[in-house]
């Protein structure tokens, strides 16, 4: 499934208990070419960024670094497959894992906002 995330936003609906991202998190994508890029706030999260490239089936590789509400920095890597959900959003299932702190690994679901 190709797919064009240039300025979709996005909000977690589900995460790993070690994870950081919520609820409250919501993300900007932008996207030229195969390079993806976004920025991510809210809940824990005071401000963070994303970059990546994505696959001719729609499936994101990046990496991701923020700041917590604690004022530590936190980095990872992460892979997003993409499903259309029947209302024409796109919902992204997550595999992730922290390159700092615990190292530890998790899965989370965000889901494009509907306008």
Known sequence: MKI???QR???SVSNTESGEVSE???FLYFQ???VLWATYQGGSI???TM???VNEDGIINFAYQHVNVE???MTGRCKSVPK???DGRIRLNETWQWTCGDYSKGRSIVEELSY
């Open 46 to 48: 005071l401000k963070g």
């Open 32 to 34: 030229e070419g195969d």
């Open 4 to 6: 064009n995330y240039h």
């Open 84 to 86: 259309q959900l029947d």
């Open 51 to 53: 970059t990546g490239i």
């Open 71 to 73: 004022g530590k920095i």
């Open 9 to 11: 936003k996005f909000r």
């Open 24 to 26: 409250s998190t919501v």
